[in-house]
């Protein structure tokens, strides 16, 4: 395996939590939560994770500013403004969306950290937007760092993968890994993790925005690159991967009766906090399956919590959350 430059500063291990309470009120499996909510860094979430990776290979090339992109209320962009701030990095960041009347929830954090928005009306300009951006800290001569949307390169896919060890490390089973799947970043680190470290269950991805398809294939794609960087001889194929669409026909950040049920009933019967957009909705895509039989009732089910809270208090989605 080959050695791959690293920064520490994500709180790991984090820990998993039985929910019986939901468990019971479900009447299915076993219920367990990875509280990936709890990595640190700016309040939070999964991409602390791939940050460690990508952070040092930024370093490691000399980078002076990270530009990425996302939504106006990106939980990565908010994570690697977090990140740039910590280490001495300008940060810009290309948000797709009209400039808000009011500046909440993640934007707001976006800006305690310094970071620069670029705001992009038309999501179908933000990738030409953000080559252009790129392109012109380039030439400005401020050396920057393209981390990619979501974190999701081979890179930082490898966060994912040694998430996998770090939890087997930790004793506890699981017959399922259930858990919020975009970009494919942490989706491809968890399928490598699993063939890599041996994990023998099961790792469902439930697609917050992408048809499955698409999703399927870029995810083993990804795999296959970062097994390359880890100096693993391992191939994957669409078939490799396990994944629905189901649960995204609404669109994204479209707050739906199912994100609003799973995020209340996590915070009422076990006082965890999910996120509107992305664990709300994978939740709500779990506790349906949950109640359609999809799971053995003897089985054991881990949720990891990918984070995202800031988003509850984001002007969008605060009102709509108790309707």
């Not at 994100?259 to 996590?266: S, T």
Request: glycine share 10%; with cysteine.
């Amino acid at each position: 395996m080959n050695p791959i430059p690293r920064l520490h500063f994500a709180h790991l291990p984090t820990p998993i939590e039985e929910l019986p309470r939901l468990s019971v009120l479900l009447g299915g499996p076993q219920i367990l939560i990875k509280r990936d909510d709890q990595t640190g860094l700016a309040l939070g979430g999964n991409k602390t994770r791939k940050l460690e990776f990508l952070v040092a290979e930024a370093l490691a090339q000399g980078a002076q500013m990270l530009i990425t992109a996302g939504a106006i209320q990106s939980n990565h962009c908010r994570q690697t403004a977090a990140a740039a701030a910590k280490f001495g990095l300008a940060c810009m960041l290309v948000l797709t969306g009209d400039t808000p009347p009011e500046i909440t929830g993640n934007l707001l954090l976006d800006h305690l950290f310094g970071a620069q928005p670029v705001f992009v009306a038309d999501r179908a300009d933000r990738d030409r937007i953000l080559a252009e951006t790129f392109q012109r800290a380039q030439a400005e001569g401020k050396r920057p760092y393209l981390v990619p949307y979501g974190g999701s390169s081979p890179t930082g896919a490898l966060a994912y993968a040694f998430a996998v060890q770090e939890f087997l490390a930790q004793g506890i089973r699981a017959d399922w890994m259930v858990f919020a799947t975009s970009s494919g970043g942490t989706h491809a680190g968890l399928v490598l993790g699993q063939r890599v470290f041996g994990y023998d269950g099961k790792i469902l991805g439930i697609s917050i925005d992408e048809p499955e398809a698409a999703l399927k294939t870029h995810v083993a794609a990804l795999a296959t690159a970062a097994a390359q960087k880890l100096g693993e001889t391992q191939t994957f194929s669409a078939a490799d991967v396990l994944a629905t669409d189901e649960f995204c026909r609404a669109g994204y950040g479209v707050l739906t009766d199912l994100e609003r049920e799973a995020v209340q009933l996590f915070a009422k019967s076990e006082g965890i906090l999910l996120d509107p957009v992305y664990t709300g909705r994978a939740a709500g895509g779990l506790i349906q399956l949950i109640r359609r039989g999809y799971f053995a009732k003897n089985e054991s089910v881990l949720f990891w919590n990918t984070g995202g809270q800031p988003a509850l208090f984001s002007e969008k989605y605060q009102t709509h959350l108790l309707a």
